[in-house]
């Protein structure tokens, strides 16, 4: 198994930046495709990024095209989301999560390994 633990969230203003960090143990980082996932207040859990085990594709949710980038550090075992021109409703609780599967997928049900989140606030 991996576990997973996540970092970096905060309160930030709208326009603002911030980098969140996701630290695997138990297992190599390299063998899974990586997501982060996104939880607002009253809402269900959604897609926002996901990179392939080799660091070679990226997907994104539309919400967050062109202002969040996801990247790897598999020799340091971590995934990152820098997350750039926050917007209010970018506020959440940021999972990370980790799939062994051949294909990257966007839905939340496709990956076994969850983080307990980080809380990202972005104020107006």
């Known amino acids: 198994q991996v576990q997973l633990a996540e970092s970096g969230g905060g309160l930030v203003q709208a326009g603002g930046s911030l980098r969140l960090s996701c630290v695997a143990s138990?297992?190599?980082?390299?063998?899974?495709?990586m997501a982060w996932f996104r939880q607002a207040p009253g809402k269900e859990r959604e897609f926002a990024a996901a990179?392939?085990?080799?660091?070679?594709?990226?997907y994104y949710a539309d919400s967050v095209k062109g202002r969040f980038t996801i990247s790897r550090d598999n020799a340091k075992n971590t995934v990152y989301l820098q997350m750039n021109s926050l917007k209010p409703e970018d506020t959440a609780v940021y999972y990370c999560?980790?799939?062994?599967?051949?294909?990257?997928?966007?839905?939340?049900?496709?990956?076994?390994?969850w983080g307990k989140g980080t809380l990202v606030t972005v104020s107006s």
């Open positions: 990179i392939h085990w080799s660091g070679g594709s990226t």
């Open positions: 999560a980790a799939d062994s599967s051949l294909y990257v997928y966007r839905t939340r049900s496709e990956y076994d390994y």
């Open positions: 138990g297992r190599p980082l390299g063998s899974y495709n």
